[in-house]
């Protein structure tokens, strides 16, 4: 019986580069761009190292995902100890070049059975935290959740973040000033102002702030 063939080490660092290309394609031209070749030419590398690492392009796409997907439990974690939970959860989840992988993941997934369990998982561990970080954050500051319970404001700011980015992805501005005004409005009412961002000394968000510049032209 032949025995399986060898899989180059999770931690070797041409592995790295390889999802760093695949990832860094989803994000500029989508996920039909994301081919063996494409990637090893993207990573400067062989070809046939993509298979070497990755048994198929699904073995690839996973890692990509799970990769990011960890990373951004812990940065969630992270942001939700914060003196301002809320202002980190939203920054979080409009974060574009984020939202614009989940975004092409999902489309992906309509191909991948594993790729959509994989997200199903995932997403949930997600909303789990995120549900906690705002029934604390609306319990702290004595706000009845009878009416609105946790987690409609966390599929609310989940999903105006994806829409957005459908949305100018498609050339459309319409409404997103005015929305993001209104949810950052009632997050100066519960945390105040919000904290400097990194890089962005007035504290707004960058696709706050790409809605508004877009808005106003």
């Not at 909303?127 to 599929?155: C, F």
Request: aromatic share 8%.
């Amino acid at each position: 019986m032949a025995s399986p063939r060898r899989i180059g080490a999770p931690d070797a660092k041409n592995r790295v580069v390889l999802l760093d290309a695949a990832e860094q394609l989803l994000i500029e031209e989508g996920y039909a761009a994301v081919t063996s070749r494409r990637v090893a030419d993207r990573a400067g590398l062989k070809p046939q190292l993509v298979h070497y690492y990755f048994r198929t392009m699904e073995d690839l796409f996973l890692a990509v995902f799970r990769r990011r997907a960890e990373e951004g439990l812990a940065v969630l974690a992270t942001a939700l100890q914060t003196p301002q939970p809320l202002w980190a959860l939203w920054r979080f989840s409009t974060a574009p070049e984020a939202t614009r992988l989940t975004m092409e993941f999902m489309g992906l997934a309509n191909h991948r059975k594993a790729l959509r369990a994989e997200i199903v998982y995932y997403a949930e561990r997600f909303r789990e935290e995120q549900n906690k970080a705002i029934a604390s954050a609306l319990r702290r500051h004595g706000i009845d959740d009878t009416a609105v319970p946790p987690v409609v404001w966390t599929v609310f700011a989940t999903s105006v973040s994806q829409a957005m980015v459908m949305e100018r992805a498609l050339g459309m501005s319409t409404g997103h000033a005015e929305t993001f005004e209104f949810c950052e409005q009632w997050l100066r009412r519960l945390e105040g102002e919000p904290p400097p961002a990194p890089g962005d000394a007035d504290g707004s968000s960058a696709l706050a702030a790409s809605a508004r510049s877009s808005h106003r032209g």
